[in-house]
């Protein structure tokens, strides 16, 4: 799971590509609709006009999916840490982790000072143990 910046960002893009592909689909399959009365109506032989009902549907579908993706971005955002938390509530927070990061830190210390310890004890008693059977090995020749 990513976290909720990275959500934000690939919403927000795919919010970019949903109008463009919008933009996109208004260009190509539009009616060529006079603005005023009494103007010619234009017409090119390589457009691909789409019939008045299928181009409102799909506007229509176009246009619930952008505010889909807008309420789900918005809901990110209400999500982010930060949101109606003053600023003092955030440094309170702050100071909190970063004694916990402080105590994390010690407590990791002693762990590898308790490992070095163990360790080097480990050794000792590998040392005897070999020189133990290196004596016991010199003594029966």
Known sequence: MTDRLTQLQICLDQMMEQFC???????????????HEGELKMADKHATIATEEDYTNTIDELSTDIILKTRQIMKLIDSLPGVDVSANEQLAKINSLQQKLVDVEEQKLEAI?????LLKDVNGLIETFVSGIAESRKSQN
Request: proline share 5%; net charge positive.
């Open 21 to 35: 592909a919008t933009l996109n689909y208004v260009d190509k399959n539009h009616d060529f609709t006079p603005l």
């Open 113 to 117: 000072k308790k490992k070095e310890s």
